[in-house]
């Protein structure tokens, strides 16, 4: 899902240097176990400044809040679109059984994004128009990106959706108390990385062949899902302003170097999970 002005060579003007090229690049669910690839250090330190204040103390920076807004909207725009490409990969499923298991996956994403659109409207904000400005990116990279069977349906949701997890925790570390809270759990596993991992592991142990055209595939999609998130981004002033550090904690540029870093750590080993080369 899912993150300036983007430009199609992958460098997000807001951040200059910061990003690879597009091909070496790699961004925004790792793997200590499949659906969670990130490691945590053992002991994180204290929140401060923004990320240690709540919503009603946090909002008062009218900047802050339009980046929040617009956080929010994203991120329910993302948990629609993960919905519906469920909704459609559970036609493509070669058993009832899977059909089935996808079916509650993707009642998951809908609850995700009720939970969204639900805190949009407690803080007087109307979720249809805080979505509206991610529609045209989303739909873009998953019209780019749209599978031709099933198995690439599931690595497309394996990797696509954790790369854009990744990101979006990596943001709600600096976020207020109550924000932080609610990201975190519409970005909970609905079990889709350990069905895909299960799945196409399978397959590949069934057909060897099989590995090289998902593994190719699987890089396409790291390089569309880095450009749509820095899309995501680089449209609205706010959020792009927030990742810099000009709004509440954001992250300095080298920062966002070594967050990048970190995500493209977290998809080798997801990679890896799924029995293909990164």
């Not at 780019?144 to 925790?169: C, H, M, N």
């Not at 998902?214 to 706010?238: H, I, K, P, Y």
């Amino acid at each position: 899902m899912c993150v300036g002005r983007i430009h199609r060579n992958g460098v997000m003007s807001s951040i200059g240097r910061a990003l690879p090229p597009r091909g070496g690049r790699a961004i925004l669910r790792c793997m200590e176990t499949p659906d969670n690839a990130t490691e945590a250090s053992d002991e994180a330190p204290a929140p401060t400044g923004i990320a240690a204040q709540d919503w009603a103390t946090a909002s008062a920076d009218t900047h802050y809040r339009a980046a929040v807004v617009d956080l929010l909207g994203a991120l329910a725009y993302g948990e629609l679109a993960a919905f519906e490409r469920l909704a459609e990969d559970a036609k493509l499923a070669p058993t009832l059984g899977e059909k089935a298991a996808l079916a509650r996956m993707a009642s998951a994403e809908f609850q995700h994004f009720e939970q969204l659109t639900d805190r949009l409207t407690a803080i007087d904000e109307e979720p249809t128009a805080a979505m509206e400005p991610f529609g045209k990116a989303l739909d873009d990279f998953h019209r780019q990106t749209a599978p031709s069977d099933w198995l690439e349906g599931l690595v497309k949701a394996y990797v696509g959706d954790s790369i854009a997890s990744d990101f979006y925790r990596e943001i709600a570390a600096r976020l207020d108390k109550d924000t932080r809270s609610l990201v975190l759990s519409v970005l909970d596993d609905t079990g889709h990385g350990n069905f895909a991992v299960e799945k196409v592991r399978a397959a590949i142990e069934a057909e060897p062949r099989v590995g090289g055209r998902l593994a190719l595939w699987a890089r396409r999609l790291m390089g569309e899902a880095l450009s749509q998130a820095q899309r995501v981004v680089a449209d609205r002033d706010a959020l792009s302003t927030m990742l810099v550090g000009g709004v509440a904690d954001g992250f300095d540029l080298a920062e966002v170097g070594r967050m990048f870093s970190r995500i493209t750590e977290a998809h080798t080993k997801r990679m890896a999970a799924l029995g293909l080369a990164a």
